[in-house]
């Protein structure tokens, strides 16, 4: 599939098939701004959405349903996306979490689900690093569901997870087709950092420009370590970004402007695996230099 609607363009990546890059304004702004917050970064990943929904719909099936992986998944507003088409989107919720993330592997657990909607043909917002969460809800689903067609739309996917859900599906007879934003991130060592400037992403070369001339060179997630944070929790955006600023050199750096130094930094624990062997961070604030020191 190689589609252009004159806003909104995807094309298949020729390593991996199955896989496809969607370049628009509206990703444009999403992924090059690391100061996006509150409404405007929600009504970001709204129309982002909307216009990759657009290149599915000559191939959706009439029952398709949304399976919600929360709260990452929230983010994605799929039911919204389809409103704006004048269709309806059937929902599941699934909640996960990720234990013992390490490079490109991490172990997930389910702790909630309601598979009411159920049907074979599902649709999954999710910013995607291992993989493992994708597959872990796939599992969960077909426990009670068959699926035999998935699509997946990513914000911000990494390359290596797009291989092990489309190795899934092929080993399931699931047809699949991916949908990831602006690139196919290479993932860092810590399993978590997506960032334009690592060496196993497929980009283009001004998207890699920008990035560089953005984070002065430094590979910085184009993310951040807890996608939707953003909105849904934006004092544990701002501690996460303040502590990517002091690992990075990018303290009062206008490109992680909204970085503010927490009061406890029992806040951004969930995320420990991102700065291991940062001991250092996790100490009380009172006991480190002020911020404006080195």
Request: glycine share 8%.
């Given at each position: 599939?190689?589609?252009?609607?004159?806003?909104?363009?995807?094309?298949?990546?020729?390593?991996?098939?199955?896989?496809?890059?969607?370049?628009?304004?509206?990703?444009?702004h999403l992924l090059f701004d690391r100061n996006l917050m509150g409404i405007e970064f929600r009504r970001?990943?709204?129309?982002?959405?909307?216009?990759?929904?657009?290149?599915?719909?000559?191939?959706?099936?009439?029952?398709?349903?949304e399976l919600v992986i929360l709260g990452k998944g929230l983010a994605y507003q799929l039911a919204s996306a389809f409103d704006s088409y004048g269709l309806n989107l059937p929902t599941n919720l699934l909640a996960t979490s990720r234990k013992d993330v390490e490079g490109?592997?991490?172990?997930?657990?389910?702790?909630?689900?309601?598979?009411?909607?159920?049907?074979?043909?599902?649709?999954?917002?999710?910013?995607?690093?291992?993989?493992?969460?994708?597959?872990?809800?796939?599992?969960?689903?077909?426990?009670?569901?068959?699926?035999?067609?998935l699509h997946l739309l990513s914000f911000a996917g990494a390359v290596g997870g797009a291989r092990v859900i489309l190795d899934y599906c092929r080993r399931h007879a699931i047809q699949a087709k991916l949908l990831y934003g602006l690139a196919a991130f290479g993932l860092a060592k810590n399993g978590f950092d997506l960032s334009f400037l690592h060496p196993d992403t497929l980009t283009k070369d001004a998207y890699r420009q920008r990035a560089a001339e953005q984070f002065n060179s430094k590979p910085v997630s184009a993310v951040g370590w807890d996608f939707g944070s953003q909105y849904m929790a934006p004092d544990k955006y701002r501690a996460l970004s303040w502590v990517e600023a002091?690992?990075?050199?990018?303290?009062?750096?206008?490109?992680?402007a909204i970085a503010s130094r927490p009061r406890s930094f029992s806040v951004v624990s969930k995320e420990s695996d991102a700065f291991a062997g940062m001991a250092e961070y996790l100490r009380d604030p009172s006991e480190l230099p002020p911020s404006d020191q080195p």
């Open positions: 599939m190689i589609s252009d609607n004159g806003t909104s363009t995807a094309k298949e990546v020729d390593e991996i098939a199955g896989l496809y890059i969607v370049e628009n304004p509206a990703l444009e970001a990943c709204a129309e982002s959405s909307r216009l990759m929904v657009g290149h599915l719909l000559d191939e959706l099936d009439p029952d398709v349903t490109d592997s991490a172990s997930v657990v389910v702790s909630y689900r309601s598979l009411d909607a159920a049907g074979d043909s599902i649709i999954i917002g999710d910013t995607v690093a291992s993989g493992a969460t994708v597959v872990t809800a796939l599992n969960e689903y077909r426990k009670v569901h068959e699926v035999r067609r002091e690992i990075w050199g990018l303290r009062g750096h206008e490109s992680l």
